[in-house]
């Protein structure tokens, strides 16, 4: 492996395990409001701090993501000819996870979304009435 490719596996693994970071804190924020919802029984106060700071997130990572965007592109021309070492055995594994953290954040969101809805639903239902 030349010393470039070197390099750039340790940057792109920087900047992975930075996002990997930020995504475990959405995800986990997710859990939070989706814990406040049910336990004061659909007051959406409670989450609002939550909103705001997974807002937050959501802009670092893609501010991110746009600065390091050329080292993601390097590595898509550049992978195939790297030879498979403890570097990029190690960026794999932070991709897997990121890939995980994310699936599991969309879940998390899926739930807390079908569980607003669901009260929402039942609100304008009783207000009806």
């Known amino acids: 492996m030349q010393a470039n490719d070197k390099i750039l596996i340790q940057q792109l693994t920087v900047v992975l395990t930075g996002q990997l970071e930020h995504?475990?804190?959405?995800?986990?924020?997710?859990?939070?409001?989706?814990?406040?919802?049910?336990?004061?029984?659909?007051?959406?106060?409670?989450?609002?701090?939550?909103l705001e700071k997974k807002k937050k997130l959501l802009d670092t990572i893609e501010s991110e993501r746009q600065e390091s965007s050329d080292l993601f592109i390097q590595w898509q021309n550049r992978?195939?000819?790297?030879?498979?070492?403890?570097?990029?055995?190690?960026?794999?594994?932070?991709?897997?996870?990121?890939?995980a953290t994310i699936r599991e954040f969309l879940?998390?969101?899926?739930?807390?979304?079908?569980?607003?809805?669901?009260n929402i639903t039942k609100e304008c239902s009783s207000t009806a009435s």
């Open 23 to 50: 995504y475990r804190e959405m995800r986990d924020l997710v859990r939070k409001m989706l814990s406040r919802v049910i336990l004061s029984r659909g007051d959406l106060s409670g989450v609002i701090p939550c």
């Open 79 to 99: 992978k195939a000819s790297i030879k498979e070492d403890a570097a990029v055995t190690v960026l794999n594994s932070i991709l897997d996870q990121t890939e």
């Open 107 to 118: 879940d998390e969101e899926e739930q807390l979304k079908r569980y607003i809805e669901k």
